[in-house]
């Protein structure tokens, strides 16, 4: 018990001397010479305040398109191959395809890239490739790099057809193609 009351005495005694110092730091503080200060014209604060407004205006208000926001997830996820791209033009082993659960194993029409199907868009690429390349192909358009399939290696590309009358009349072809992007 006495020593509950000697614990006790000190603490209110701390208390008191940290309280006692910090009113006489306070007090201290209010005699700074800031006399002639003025908040509204110091040259540091109106500069960095411009510059806070500027940047906040510069940020892009614009909002992505779902496959842009797609696009742009794996590009982060495959920046690395971004730079291994073939330059000038190559030799395509170029077929076609459908999206038909014969075909794909699903006939929803998602891509492996996350890319719903689209004609004279869609290219399934070997996986040198990242998502989102786009490819111009000699006679045909420019196509981007959205898919993938068990056979696509090398040099054999897929270009996505809506029928398979379409695909089966395209047949195999040998073409030329480049990267644009």
Known sequence: MLFRKGLLFIAIVTVTILTNSLSAQAANLSELPLSGYSLQNDPYLLDWTFQVTQNAVATPTAELSHEDKILARWKEKQLHMWNNLPTGEFEINASAYTAAADECGKNDGITASGLLVQEQR????????????????????????????????????????????????????????????
Not at 132 to 160: P, Q, S, V, W
Request: aromatic share 12%.
């Open 122 to 181: 869609t290219l399934a690429c070997p996986k040198e490739y990242p998502f989102g390349t786009k490819i111009h192909i000699a006679g045909l358009g420019d196509f981007r790099c959205e898919d993938r399939g068990g056979a696509i290696k090398a040099n054999k590309f897929d270009i996505y057809m809506k029928t398979k009358s379409e695909a089966f009349g395209f047949g195999r072809q040998h073409l030329t193609a480049r990267v644009i992007q």
